[in-house]
């Protein structure tokens, strides 16, 4: 009887850490198939600072699109070269609106894919999540810095990928973007 209370226990054990040992690296996220929601619209970043607008400034528009600046002069500046400033937003917001969205996905301890459900921290202006225990009692306020470095290049990269398109309505941002574990023989 204890052998088979101690075989069950190994058994129960081994159940429980397999997601554990079933991380997902950092690369299983396929970036030109993430849905990013748009939050943050046009008006609300300064096209010519690159920092968000001030709610004080009049708007102008430009090929259809509202701006709005950060400074009073950033109408100016921008209408001296539009293309270059309209074209330095886009981009910018897309980051901006992917770090957010993508920050819960990348553990900032491992940099592992996070499987969802477990300790999160609002650090540096996101929302991240940790991926197992380990990282819940490993966890530094200087693994943060580097974890918004890697998540700016992730999304500088999926703007290179996608351009600025957003998708509405995703149950997650990652939904169907996930790379599907091989099996190794």
């Given at each position: 009887?204890?052998?088979?209370?101690?075989?069950?226990?190994?058994?129960?054990?081994?159940?429980?850490?397999?997601?554990?040992?079933?991380?997902?690296?950092?690369?299983?996220?396929?970036?030109d198939?993430?849905?990013?929601?748009?939050?943050?619209?046009?008006?609300?970043?300064?096209?010519?600072?690159?920092?968000?607008?001030?709610?004080?400034?009049?708007?102008?528009?430009y090929?259809g699109?509202?701006?709005?600046?950060?400074?009073?002069?950033?109408?100016?500046?921008?209408?001296?070269?539009?293309?270059?400033?309209?074209?330095?937003?886009?981009?910018?917001?897309?980051?901006?609106?992917?770090?957010?969205?993508?920050?819960?996905?990348?553990?900032?301890?491992?940099?592992?894919?996070?499987?969802?459900?477990?300790?999160?921290?609002?650090?540096?202006?996101?929302?991240?999540?940790?991926?197992?225990?380990?990282?819940?009692?490993?966890?530094s306020?200087?693994?943060?810095?580097?974890a918004?470095?890697?998540?700016?290049?992730?999304?500088?990269?999926?703007?290179?990928?996608?351009?600025?398109?957003?998708?509405?309505?995703?149950?997650?941002?990652?939904?169907?973007?996930?790379?599907?574990?091989?099996d190794?023989k």
């Amino acid at each position: 009887m204890r052998l088979r209370i101690a075989l069950l226990s190994v058994a129960a054990a081994l159940v429980l850490s397999a997601p554990a040992l079933a991380q997902l690296p950092a690369d299983a996220v396929m970036l030109d198939k993430v849905k990013i929601a748009e939050k943050q619209k046009s008006v609300d970043l300064c096209p010519v600072y690159l920092v968000e607008s001030d709610k004080e400034l009049p708007t102008w528009e430009y090929k259809g699109v509202k701006y709005r600046g950060s400074k009073p002069d950033a109408q100016e500046k921008f209408l001296k070269d539009p293309d270059k400033y309209a074209k330095a937003a886009e981009k910018q917001r897309f980051v901006n609106n992917f770090m957010a969205a993508m920050s819960p996905v990348w553990c900032p301890v491992t940099d592992e894919i996070t499987p969802g459900g477990m300790t999160q921290w609002k650090k540096l202006g996101f929302t991240w999540e940790s991926c197992c225990a380990f990282c819940d009692e490993n966890v530094s306020d200087d693994d943060f810095p580097e974890a918004v470095k890697k998540l700016k290049a992730r999304g500088e990269k999926c703007y290179e990928l996608i351009g600025a398109k957003y998708t509405e309505g995703a149950k997650s941002p990652v939904e169907g973007a996930i790379k599907k574990p091989t099996d190794e023989k």
